[in-house]
């Protein structure tokens, strides 16, 4: 878990604003994971991407958009056009060799819109 | 799209007890369930998981049972332990492809 990063920890955003969040991995995992927490929920797909420069919609991946130029990098931007954008984020990674496709998770960003 | 539900919601225990948590899936294409906990505040932590290809695996007083004909996997947990007060959250996904994970279940353990 240690070599998945995010940044920032907390971040506050009004509305009408698109906001970045962060995520690196130094894992020299293939691939990457984006998951949205609500409270008393469970975990939520973005988006993911298995390779660079590829990527794929999960289940709520509207008013959000993702870019995998880099094996380590899977920022995940947060747009004016989510409704309800306030949640916890959560990036993981994942090695995908068929054997063992163990997700490892960051520490997550917790995202507040005023 | 997979659907995962996850069962009770919350569950209390008394000490040294033991805990099952319940889930079950729509996807029979699915291969690979984990387990994570989560403390509060904090990422899911990955605690076990098994493969379609295995009925069931146990690490120390962890283990898990899948029943791929029904559909459904359980969490065992034995001699509960105050430190494994959590959210437990079950998951369902076709190799490298997104987890789909239950609601969770907030495990209680009672002195």
């Known amino acids: 878990d240690g070599g998945i990063t995010q940044s920032p920890k907390y971040l506050f955003r009004k509305e009408g604003q698109n906001v970045t969040l962060s995520c690196e991995q130094n894992l020299n995992h293939d691939a990457m994971y984006w998951y949205r927490q609500d409270p008393g929920q469970g975990l939520r797909l973005i988006y993911y991407s298995q390779i660079v420069n590829d990527f794929q919609k999960g289940d709520i991946a509207e008013g959000y958009s993702v870019s995998r130029e880099k094996k380590e990098s899977f920022p995940l931007t947060v747009t004016s056009a989510q409704k309800n954008p306030t949640a916890f984020y959560l990036c993981?990674?994942?090695?995908?060799?068929?054997?063992?496709?163990?997700?490892?998770f960051g520490p997550g960003t917790r995202l507040t819109v005023l | 799209g997979e659907n995962v539900e996850q069962h009770p919601s919350t569950l209390s225990v008394q000490e040294g007890d033991s805990a099952v948590i319940k889930c079950t899936y729509s996807?029979?294409?699915?291969?690979?369930f984990p387990w994570y906990k989560q403390e509060l505040g904090k990422r899911p932590q990955l605690i076990i998981d098994?493969?379609?290809?295995?009925g069931e695996k146990k690490d120390q007083r962890i283990a898990v049972t899948l029943n791929k004909t029904a559909k459904h996997f359980s969490l065992h947990i034995t001699e509960t332990q105050p430190e494994d007060s959590a959210v437990y959250f079950c998951a369902a996904t076709i190799s490298a492809d997104g987890l789909t994970f239950g609601k969770g279940t907030h495990l209680i353990i009672q002195p």
């Open positions: 098994i493969r379609s290809n295995v």
């Open positions: 993981a990674s994942s090695t995908w060799t068929g054997d063992t496709d163990t997700q490892y």
């Open positions: 996807d029979s294409a699915s291969n690979y």
